[in-house]
């Protein structure tokens, strides 16, 4: 007589759950970085991922005790069930750290008594003290930074490390002189799609100049750290290349000073002009 063993349901169901869970979770982000959907549409359908992708994990964990117990078949299809309702939800676990780790803020910016103008017509609630100071502990290297470098020079550098990170410039006014004020606004884009706005503001001075920058969140949402990460890594990225440029940038020669004799002694004869 043979022995029919069955497959199990339970792990049929966490395979599917799992399967669909997978492009539920990724071509969202894609979309949502091409800004074919809207940063709210975003958040819902990431939101029924997670609910698919814990539902493939919880089923896939009811599979493997069945299958121990019962002795039916479906342990593949229950791993990888499981498999992909862990990848899935490793992005919304990373998300929730992040959340935890760094306040909700409206904006991070060098200078709270003069921000930096915006060009997205975005409203920016005040930021109030305890905040401030929260951001400030949070992100030490948020500070202005001044260099002896005018204002014409600086702009060049810092222009040319926004395009190396690929952000979407909307402006971009360079000083007319050493001592005049240049201004970037660019457009930058996490890994999740969402977008912010940064401004740089390059000002010149008698020393030399003073960099100034804003990073604001457009999507409404917890910024998860990026913008004030974001402004902290590029000024840090700014003083080594003002470090390099310094230390390569090529000393003024000096012409050496002719030695003038001195004057003959008195009583002793001056030498005969040939």
């Not at 003069?114 to 500070?143: G, H, K, M, W, Y």
């Not at 003083?239 to 440029?245: C, G, P, R, V, Y």
Request: hydrophobic letters at 45%.
């Amino acid at each position: 007589m043979r022995i029919l063993i069955r497959t199990s349901k339970w792990a049929i169901w966490a395979r599917r759950f799992g399967s669909l869970a997978l492009p539920l979770t990724i071509i969202p982000i894609l979309l949502h970085r091409e800004q074919l959907i809207t940063s709210s549409d975003f958040a819902v359908i990431e939101a029924v991922a997670a609910g698919v992708a814990a539902l493939a994990v919880f089923l896939a964990l009811g599979a493997f005790g069945r299958l121990w117990m019962t002795g039916d078949q479906g342990w593949s299809k229950a791993g990888w069930g499981l498999f992909f309702g862990i990848v899935c939800l490793l992005p919304f676990a990373y998300l929730g750290y992040e959340a935890m780790r760094y306040p909700m803020v409206n904006e991070v910016t060098t200078d709270i008594a003069d921000p930096l103008p915006l060009v997205t017509p975005v409203r920016v609630a005040p930021t109030s003290a305890p905040l401030r100071a929260e951001i400030a502990a949070t992100f030490p290297n948020v500070q202005a930074r001044s260099y002896p470098v005018d204002a014409t020079e600086m702009f060049t550098i810092v222009d040319d490390l926004v395009e190396a990170r690929g952000w979407d410039v909307r402006i971009r006014r360079a000083p007319p002189t050493a001592l005049d004020i240049g201004e970037i606004n660019a457009i930058a884009v996490t890994l999740f799609g969402w977008r912010d706005e940064v401004a740089i503001r390059v000002t010149g001075t008698a020393q030399g100049s003073v960099i100034d920058m804003r990073s604001v969140p457009l999507g409404g949402f917890h910024d998860f750290g990026e913008n004030g990460k974001r402004i902290e890594e590029f000024l840090l990225a700014l003083d080594q290349k003002i470090t390099l440029t310094l230390r390569d940038a090529p000393q003024a020669a000096t012409a050496p000073e002719t030695e003038t004799p001195p004057p003959p002694a008195e009583g002793e004869p001056e030498d005969d002009a040939e």
